[in-house]
C-alpha cells in the first residue's frame, strides 16, 4: 500500500508540473504575440539607444519627454525618460519600481494615427493599445503610466511610489483610413518564379477546296485573351479594402521577365486585376484541290510570383497622411509574349463518305517563322 500510495503520489507531481510548464509556455507565446499590435506598431527590445519612431509624450508636470515602456519580463507598462537612466519606471502593488531590462513602444515611420483619447473609471476605448491582455497604455497631466480597467483606474509612478486617478487618457490608433496609394513598386526579377503551362487551344478555323485545282487563300485568326494579376502584402491587416495602385506590369518577353510602362489603376485588396489582349494572325494557305485544312491557333501560358518592395502612403479621414515600406508577392498568369501562338495546319481529303487524313504540316510562329512538314498516310 506504501509502495502505491508513493508511486500515485509521484505520478500527481509529474502531472501538476507537466500542468505548470505548458501554462507557463502558453504565458510566454502570449506575452510574446503582444509585442506586435500593428505592423507598424510594436514592442521593441531596448538595446542601449531609443529605436527610430519611439512613441513619447512632453511631461510638462517634470518637464521633459517620457517614452512609452514596458519590463521585459512583465505585463506593466510604464515609461523611460533620458534623465532618469536606462530604466522602465512602472508600478506594482503601491510601489514604484524599475527595470534594466525594458521594451520599448515604437511607431516605425511614424505611420500609424496615434489618437490619446479621455476615458474614466476603468473604461477603454476602441483600438487601445496594450501591453498584455488587460492592461493599457494611458497618460494624465503627471505622465505615463497603465490603466486596468479591473481596478478602474490609471496608476503611474510618482515621486517614488503609485498614484491612482480614475479620470485619464487612453493611447488609441486610429483605423478610420480614406485611402492607401501604392508607389514607387520595385519587382525583385532575380528571384521570379515562372511555371510555363501547357499550350491550350485558343480559336480554330477551317479551310475547303473543293475545286480540282489547287487554290491559295489568306486566313487570319484573332482572339482576345485574359492576362490577370494580383499583389498579395507580407502583412495586409488594417489596408484599406480599395488602393491606387501606380506600376508596370510583369510579363514574358523572349524566356525573360520585363515590366511594362507604368499605369495607376484601382485595386481592391484580396482580389486580382485583368487585362484584355486582342491577337490576330494572317497566314497564306496553299489548299490541294479536293482538301481542306484545319488551322488552329494555339497560346503559350505561363504563370509568375515574383516579391517586391513599395511605397505605401495612407492617408486617414482625420486629415493625418502616414507612409512607410511594404512588401510582398505578385502572382500573374499570362499570355506569353515569346511565341503567342502556334498555328497547326491538318489537310484532309474532301470526300463526302469517308475522310482521309492525307498528311499534317506544323506552323510555328515566332520572331522568324518556321516551317515543319511530314507525310503521314493512312
Known sequence: MEIRSETRAFTLSVIFLQAEILFFDDLIKSLS???????????????????????SIWNSDCNRTDYVSKPSNRVECGLYTQSLGPYCYYTLSGRELKDPSFLILVNEDNFEDLVWINDSNGG???????????????KNQYGLGKV????????????????WYRQYEVLTYNTDVKSDVLSCVEYQIDKAKIKHLPPETIKKSEISNITSTE??????????????????????KGLHAEMKISTGIPSIFDMSVTVGAEETFTYSKGGSRKREKKWSQ????????????????????????IPFTARLTRTYNKGKVGSTNISGTYRGACVSELSPFHL??????VNTLIPKCKYIIFLYISNQSTWKSGQNCL
Open 148 to 163: 486596468v480597467p479591473q481596478h478602474h483606474c490609471l496608476f503611474l509612478p510618482l515621486k517614488g511610489r503609485e498614484s
Open 344 to 349: 497547326y495546319i491538318i489537310d484532309h481529303t
Open 282 to 305: 494572317t497566314l497564306t494557305v496553299q489548299v490541294p484541290p479536293k482538301q481542306k485544312r484545319y488551322i488552329t491557333m494555339v497560346a503559350s501560358k505561363c504563370k509568375l510570383e
Open 215 to 236: 487554290i491559295t487563300q489568306s486566313c487570319t485568326l484573332e482572339e482576345t485573351t485574359v492576362d490577370e494579376s494580383s499583389w498579395d502584402f507580407t502583412n495586409s
Open 124 to 138: 477603454v476605448p476602441k483600438n487601445a493599445v496594450r501591453s498584455a491582455d488587460a492592461v493599457y497604455v494611458g
Open 33 to 55: 504575440t503582444m509585442w506586435k499590435i500593428t505592423d507598424k506598431l510594436y514592442w521593441k527590445t531596448w538595446e542601449g539607444s531609443l529605436p527610430d519612431g519611439a512613441v
